[in-house]
């Protein structure tokens, strides 16, 4: 089954720095990889996506890469600030034909921003 | 809105009582899923559901049942808890054919 690794488990930075947090897939078949951010007692909730046939997706401050050959992928979070210090995830996902759609999760990286 | 509650906030049990935690989401989605989260290892699926009465064991299924009776609700139950199943537990769901996840608050387990 797929397995998604995901470093740096945390992450400090400095506000207006950049962030980046990376995490490597095993199926080569899987084709979606969404990121969650997850602020302190809150649920997760999807910030960012991209598909495989995309090798880049911004929305503003935020941008997800990927690389299917290497089969990992990246989130950058540029000019950082207070707000987004949270715990990140990402997942794989590969398209079924029925049925729900499977997310394998990562391990989580806690990011923070200091002011 | 998608609205996905979850029945409590916090629960402390003891060593092999019969646990039930309650989901239930408004939007009308056909699949729930059932995940705990613990601290290094992120999120990992114990069960889901894409139709009323229809389930499949995720990666950790091991102690754990599910309940789905009727398409807004999908219960998780631990039959005889035990302290290593003190977790968060998180619910979710999703549209068929769609990707995105909607999760609950999340139940803090303890099993004392």
């Known amino acids: 089954g797929e397995n998604v690794e995901q470093h740096p488990s945390t992450l400090s930075v400095q506000e207006g720095d950049s962030a980046v947090i990376k995490c490597t897939y095993s199926?080569?078949?899987?084709?979606?990889f969404p990121w969650y951010k997850q602020e302190l007692g809150k649920r997760p909730q999807l910030i960012i996506d991209?598909?495989?046939?995309?090798g880049e997706k911004k929305d503003q401050r935020i941008a997800v890469t990927l690389n299917k050959t290497a089969k990992h992928f990246s989130l950058h979070i540029t000019e950082t600030q207070p707000e987004d210090s949270a715990v990140y995830f990402c997942?794989?996902?590969?398209?079924?034909?029925?049925?729900?759609?499977?997310?394998?999760f990562g391990q989580g990286t806690r990011l923070t921003i200091n002011p | 809105d998608v609205k996905v509650t979850q029945s409590s906030r916090y629960l402390v049990k003891r060593t092999g009582e019969k646990v039930f935690l309650e989901c239930v989401q408004d939007?009308?989605?056909?699949?729930m899923f059932w995940y705990r989260q613990d601290p290094g290892l992120g999120l990992r699926l114990i069960y889901f559901?894409?139709?009323?009465?229809?389930?499949e064991k995720g990666d950790i299924p091991e102690g754990y049942s599910v309940s789905r009776e009727k398409k807004e609700r999908f219960s998780l139950i631990l039959e005889s808890a035990s302290t290593n199943q003190t977790s968060m537990y998180l619910c979710?769901?999703?549209?068929?054919?769609?990707?995105?996840?909607?999760f609950g608050p999340g139940t803090r387990l303890t099993v004392l």
């Open positions: 979710a769901s999703s549209l068929i054919g769609r990707n995105e996840q909607f």
């Open positions: 199926d080569s078949a899987s084709n979606y």
């Open positions: 991209i598909r495989s046939n995309v």
């Open positions: 997942a794989a996902s590969l398209t079924r034909i029925q049925g729900a759609q499977k997310l394998v």
């Open positions: 939007m009308d989605h056909e699949n």
């Open positions: 559901s894409y139709d009323v009465k229809m389930k």
